[in-house]
């Protein structure tokens, strides 16, 4: 297992573009996260899915926002109309559910810089 | 509404020494405490999960101690090293939620 996979880990695009990014989760790990991190700061929540089910969806997400994981395996996070606010590092996690596990694991990232 | 605080933000310390870094949580209502690494420009990597039934986890020249009760929670490490330089963040997974949340984080520097 190599881990969890993001793609593409460098994204420039100009306002108004359209991008998406994809992740590649832990293979046996059901619980999938999305957050964004900005300079300086923690990460902040964004979505969740248990498989293909989103479960959870943070204020911070916008209706430019969209993520999905269909057949609970890979997850694709699309933003819409980017604007320069939404430059920051993209990060998923992934993890296997139940009390008593959860441990949380990371990708390396997707940066993405609005001009 | 989970708040999590990390003091100091900022820690700059001569190789060797031993040195604790601080997490404190709001809700004590939680299921896992997890720690995390942070090298600039990269994700996160996890250094120790500590369970809600537990005080404490162990690796290598890691500690990490967690007190339900109070909200609190340690990260120790010993005889630091000049790699061990990066931003380390504490993130709680809180009963009744699907999330961790994160604190802001603690910059780590060692000094050679």
């Known amino acids: 297992d190599t881990g969890v996979s993001q793609d593409p880990r460098h994204k420039i695009t100009k306002r108004g573009q359209n991008v998406t990014f994809r992740c590649d989760p832990i293979?046996?790990?059901?619980?999938l996260y999305w957050y964004r991190q900005t300079l300086g700061q923690g990460p902040e929540f964004l979505t969740y899915?248990?498989?293909?089910?989103?479960?959870?969806k943070s204020r911070l997400l916008s209706d430019r926002f969209s993520a999905e994981r269909p057949k609970g395996s890979f997850s694709t996070l699309e933003i819409q109309r980017t604007e320069q606010g939404d430059s920051a590092m993209y990060l998923c996690?992934?993890?296997?559910?139940?009390?008593?596990?959860?441990?949380?694991?990371f990708g390396e990232g997707s940066r993405l810089t609005v001009l | 509404k989970q708040e999590v605080t990390q003091i100091p933000a900022a820690l700059s310390v001569p190789e060797g020494e031993n040195l604790v870094l601080n997490c404190s949580f709001t809700?004590?209502?939680?299921?896992?405490l997890q720690w995390f690494r942070q090298d600039p420009g990269k994700g996160l990597t996890s250094l120790l999960l500590i369970q809600s039934s537990q005080r404490e986890q162990t690796s290598g020249r890691l500690n990490a101690s967690l007190d339900k009760s109070s909200g609190r929670s340690t990260l120790y490490i010993a005889a630091s090293q000049p790699g061990d330089s990066a931003t380390y963040l504490c993130?709680?997974?809180?009963?009744?939620?699907?999330?961790?949340?994160f604190g802001t984080g603690t910059r780590l520097k060692v000094l050679a």
């Open positions: 996690a992934s993890s296997l559910s139940g009390v008593g596990t959860g441990e949380l694991f």
């Open positions: 899915f248990q498989n293909e089910a989103q479960l959870e």
């Open positions: 293979s046996e790990h059901n619980r």
């Open positions: 993130a709680v997974f809180t009963s009744g939620t699907y999330k961790y949340i």
């Open positions: 809700d004590s209502a939680i299921y896992n």
